[in-house]
Nanobody
């Protein structure tokens, strides 16, 4: 399998951005797609994930401002992360990641970097004040 992000860029505080992630190559396996971010000098932080059924999960950091959604077509999934009311401390590299649900054996709300095995290259989001 593989995932690839698009979107990102620079925006002023209070603005919005939409990130997109394309997941493919997983065949008939069920998988989870997540969004993480990494700010300068900090570890990779889980933001949100979504199941193929469309059920979303959010970290407290993302609740209320970020919305995750999924669409599937011919074995490929597109997972969008709509980010609203952006703040300067949202500045980070944002990563899309995926993992097979069969390898996941903990609460989805406890997601960490090590739970995901397929990663995109990351996309920069910069929020200016």
């Amino acid at each position: 399998g593989q995932v690839a992000e698009s979107g990102g860029g620079a925006v002023q505080a209070g603005g919005s951005l939409k990130l997109s992630c394309t997941a493919s190559g997983f065949g008939y396996s069920r998988y989870i797609v997540a969004w993480f971010r990494q700010a300068p000098g900090k570890g990779r932080e889980w933001l949100s994930l979504i199941l193929l059924s469309g059920a979303p999960y959010y970290a407290d950091t993302a609740k209320g401002r970020f919305t995750i959604s999924i669409s599937t077509d011919n074995g490929k999934s597109t997972v969008n992360l709509q980010m609203n009311r952006l703040r300067p401390d949202d500045t980070a590299i944002y990563y899309c990641a995926a993992t097979l649900i069969s390898t996941y054996d903990k609460s989805l709300y406890d997601s960490t970097e090590s739970d995901f095995h397929y990663w995109g290259q990351g996309t920069q989001v910069t929020v200016s004040s």
